[in-house]
């Protein structure tokens, strides 16, 4: 500011300006004042460095020096402010790990999807992420031991008044007995969706019921000490009024005789009010049909960090590397290419973590009917490391996983005395694709696609099942293009 108002003769308000456009990295503001601090402007009463004797060179030299310093400027006093906090963190970070991660989720405590990324970060670095219990959460998340106790405010659905209230009650008489007990002394709290929110999150597990079951009585628990609240705010005599006064009536509750919940529903009830899972992790079941796959998150966590300039080197992972992994779709966002065609960035998410799968648009096409949250894939692909960003795989294929569960209870084939009493609806057509080419099987599957029907297809590779996602209808045409592809005794329709 100073060069302008000296040398060019820009008044202070002029001058600032300038200053605006070099702060928001306006260049094209700033090049219609060059003119004008070389040679003036008489009309805004600019008088120009060569009015004052600076020859034009020297004053487009000095122009041009301010024109590239603009280009990466920043504020002194900014930078000297932010420079005391980026020390501060790094010391919390490096030397009190936790308590920084709490802090940084409690800033961020009302956005579900922030607070599942950091939860992510925790298991990655072994920090053990606690589950939100009635009798130990507190509001917010707090350290506890070896980890962190999730805040029961971080739970979708629910308010943070109402929480407040429910911990006050707790703070002020004592913990929760049981289900019957939060009831009768927070009903006036809390409504069915948070209450719902709470039994979904495992807030209750520590009373000894199983989630199904709080979930068959909680409405009618709440409905009954609603009335029995509003009975004893009646003004109305009763029977009880004349003998002395209406006793405190005890909530028993009579929990039915049903199982847990599947353990793919109970984690996807668990992941929509907490964002994440918690206490388990859909994938498990699949693990051990994906062994044979080269890549899996953990090995984003083996790297090493340079000293200087932060750069990291992945020690198990390089840029380019053919990589296969199973896991499961935990979003995707689809974009339109220029051309006017669709791609797609998928997350794909396994015990140890997520990496982002990019999907050009001949793989899109052919994943897109599967594509959606909590679908477990294969995918085959090379990975990509870029300094700047988080590895990603660039995907070569994607192919939908469906574990048949009745041919992984029995570990068995199935046997022909057996098929010859089902009814053709429920007969499966087996292909053992053992050996077959990705581009083989990528044709097969597009030939399976013209014969959409209501019979299930099940490949079988190298011993191991798996249920086809395209049902076909089966005839001597289907046949007949089968046999193109497979030797005769490849193919069963039993």
Partial sequence: MQIFQQLAGYSLGQADLVRRAMAKKKKKELMEQKDKFIYGAPAEGITGCVSKGIPEEVAAKIFGDMESFASYAFNKSHAAAYAVVAYRTAYLKAFYPKEFLAGILNDRIDKIEEISKYITYMKERNIEVLPPDINKSKDIFWVEGKGLRIGLGALRGVGQDAIA??????????????????????????????????????????????????AAVYEEVLARVSARDKQSDSNQLSLFNITGGLEEMAIDIHYPDIPEYETMERLSKEKSVLGVYVSGHPFEKFLPYF?????????LAAFTEEEEGGAKTYTEISDGMPVTMGGMIAAYKKLKTRTGSFMAFVTVEDLYGTIECVCFPKVYDKIRSFLENDKVVSLSGKISIDD????????????????????????????????????????????????????????????????????????????????????VTVGKALMAELSGFLQENCIKLI
């Fill in 291 to 299: 062994k044979d796959k080269n890549f899996n998150c953990s090995m």
């Fill in 165 to 214: 209230a429910v911990i006050k009650e707790r703070n002020e008489n004592g913990l929760f007995k049981d289900f019957s007990d939060f009831a009768v002394r927070c009903g006036k709290y809390v409504n069915k969706r948070i209450v719902e929110s709470l039994i979904y999150a495992g807030a209750f597990d520590g009373f000894g019921y199983a989630r199904s079951q709080f």
């Fill in 388 to 471: 700047e960003k988080a590895p990603v795989i660039i995907v070569d294929k994607m192919t939908e996983f469906t574990l048949d569960e009745k041919q992984e209870a029995t570990q068995t084939s199935v046997q022909k005395p057996q098929a010859e009493n089902k009814s053709e609806a429920e007969k499966k057509l087996w292909l053992n694709v053992t050996g077959m080419d990705e581009a083989d099987l990528d044709e097969l599957m597009e030939t399976l696609t013209f014969y959409a029907g209501d019979t299930s297809v099940v490949f079988v590779v190298d011993g191991k099942k798996m249920l086809c996602s395209q049902k």
